[in-house]
């Protein structure tokens, strides 16, 4: 299938960007990496006027240290995430959950910014983001502003990310010496979760000092499990069952051909305690 | 129409394209690269993977404006001088293919693997080929492949 004619832009600033798509108000459509924004062109989905290729802005490529964070650039190809060492040390999590997106040619050309921006409920990276308390940072014809992840998501495919706005970066608040795990359930190889939960822990004497947990496709936006996050603190790797019981609290899972709402909310319980258990484990 | 200038296996083509021309139509219909084929219609299946910059893609998944100024490899642009690559020989010599449909999507996936990870475990090569569908092989002669193709690279590397 091929998509409906449009006109093709590829600035080469932000502020170039940020110009076009003021100009084409309601017509344009940002492309990223491509992998959701084409087949749904190719299905049909949107026929947008315009298409605003990011691809060619070099500043919004790459990984920083931002002192006590690291930075993403919006347009990192997830494979250029999963292989930087900073993300690696002190971001593991986001690591964990990358390595289960898609296939390896997605991976080559999706981008994390373009993930949350689509703000698939099944998608891989919202959970862990949303877990590390990551900072987006947006920026419009009004200048930039900085979104904690827990506002950023609104709704299915619905982002704090409004018309004529970019996500330019993804700050994650170093975790530093955490252990951390990404649960993915599915049927077979190279689907999207039907439930996952992303750990990460910080440990201390054999027991957790502190937990974080993200859930993916447990409602229409990633959540995060805060009883749980509570009733982890103290635990020790033998005692995490009863902790993680709570996961479904709060939720509201979709029922569909992978499974029905109560099914889900029983498997999350069980891939939380597993991703808790491994994330113990480093 | 835009003008892009893409090198496609070591040439350089300058065309006009639509904007919404996706890459394996560039590739197959003006360039005439028929050895990339197309196998779906949810960019799943893997069939028309190719190189960009070095790296594995989907052509489905990629608009041709977006590779002006970058360069392509396809399947046909692996033999050098009429001979096989060891990719290509390890197909053939492991049986890895029935219709071939398949064949030049896991190809060209399977040498993008042997570069990120020149001796991958059975399971690696499994999961590195996951985004590539074969609906005849049942993947094991494949997976041989791929092995084979790792293990010569291993004899020649020594
Ligand atoms: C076969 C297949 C399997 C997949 N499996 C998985 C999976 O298992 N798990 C998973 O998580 N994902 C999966 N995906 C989706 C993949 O992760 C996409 O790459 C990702 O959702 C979108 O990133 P992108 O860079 O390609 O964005 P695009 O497709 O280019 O854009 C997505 C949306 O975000 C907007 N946008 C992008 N960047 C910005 C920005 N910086 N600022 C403002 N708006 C922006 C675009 O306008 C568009 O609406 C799969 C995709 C395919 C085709
Ligand atoms: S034709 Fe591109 S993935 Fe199937
Ligand atoms: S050999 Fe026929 S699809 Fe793979």
Redesign the pocket.
């Known amino acids: 299938m091929i998509p409906a004619a449009f006109d093709y832009v590829a600035p080469t600033s932000l502020d170039e960007a940020l110009s076009v798509l003021a100009e084409a108000g309601d017509d344009a459509?940002?492309?990223?990496?491509?992998?959701?924004?084409?087949?749904i062109l190719r299905m049909r989905l949107n026929a947008p006027e315009k298409v605003v290729d990011?691809g060619r802005i070099e500043a919004l490529r790459g990984v920083r240290d931002g002192g006590d964070h690291v930075a993403i650039g919006?347009?990192t190809p997830y494979a250029d995430v999963l292989g930087d060492a900073l993300v690696r040390e002190h971001a593991g999590l986001l690591a964990r959950a990358v390595e289960?997106?898609?296939d390896p040619q997605?991976r080559h050309?999706?981008?994390v910014?373009?993930?949350l921006?689509?703000a698939?409920p099944a998608?891989?990276?919202g959970a862990p983001v949303l877990a590390l308390d990551a900072t987006m940072v947006v920026v419009g014809p009004g200048g930039e502003r900085t979104v904690p992840a827990g506002e950023f998501f609104r709704d299915l495919f619905e982002t704090a990310?409004g018309d004529g706005?970019?996500?330019?970066e993804i700050r994650i608040p170093k975790h530093t010496g955490w252990g951390s795990a990404y649960e993915k359930f599915v049927r077979v190889s190279h689907?999207?979760?039907i439930v996952a939960v992303a750990a990460t822990v910080r440990v201390e004497g054999g027991s957790i000092a502190e937990a974080k947990v993200g859930l993916t496709n447990m409602g229409s936006t990633p959540l995060r499990a805060t009883a749980v996050e509570q009733a982890l603190v103290g635990s020790s790797a033998s005692a995490l069952a009863d902790a993680c019981a709570a996961a479904a609290d709060g939720t509201n899972p979709p029922s569909d051909l992978n499974g029905d709402a109560d099914y889900r909310r029983h498997l999350v319980t069980v891939l939380t305690r597993r991703a808790v258990q491994k994330a113990m484990e480093g | 129409m835009t003008r892009i200038s893409v090198t496609v296996d070591g040439v350089s083509y300058t065309d006009e394209v639509e904007p919404r021309t996706l890459l394996v139509h560039y590739l197959r219909e003006v360039v005439g690269k028929v050895g990339t084929v197309v196998g779906c219609d949810?960019?799943?299946c893997g069939a028309c993977t190719v190189h960009l910059d070095g790296r594995s893609v989907k052509s489905c998944?990629v608009l041709a404006v977006q590779a002006d100024g970058h360069e392509v490899t396809t399947i046909e642009g692996l033999a050098t001088n009429g001979e096989l690559h060891p990719m290509q020989a390890a197909f053939h010599d492991n049986h890895a293919l029935q219709c071939g449909y398949c064949t030049p999507g896991m190809i060209m996936q399977a040498v993008d693997l042997l570069r990120e990870n020149p001796h991958p475990t059975e399971d690696e090569i499994r999961q590195g080929m996951e985004g590539n569908l074969c609906r005849c092989t049942g993947y094991h002669n494949i997976v041989k492949a791929v092995a084979a193709a790792a293990g010569a690279s291993e004899r020649s590397d020594a």
């Open positions: 459509k940002v492309l990223a990496g491509g992998q959701s924004l084409l087949p990011l919006a347009m289960t997106v898609a997605i050309r999706g981008t910014g373009g993930a921006v689509h698939d998608g891989d990276v990310v706005e970019l996500l330019t689907q999207w979760s | 949810t960019s799943n998944n």
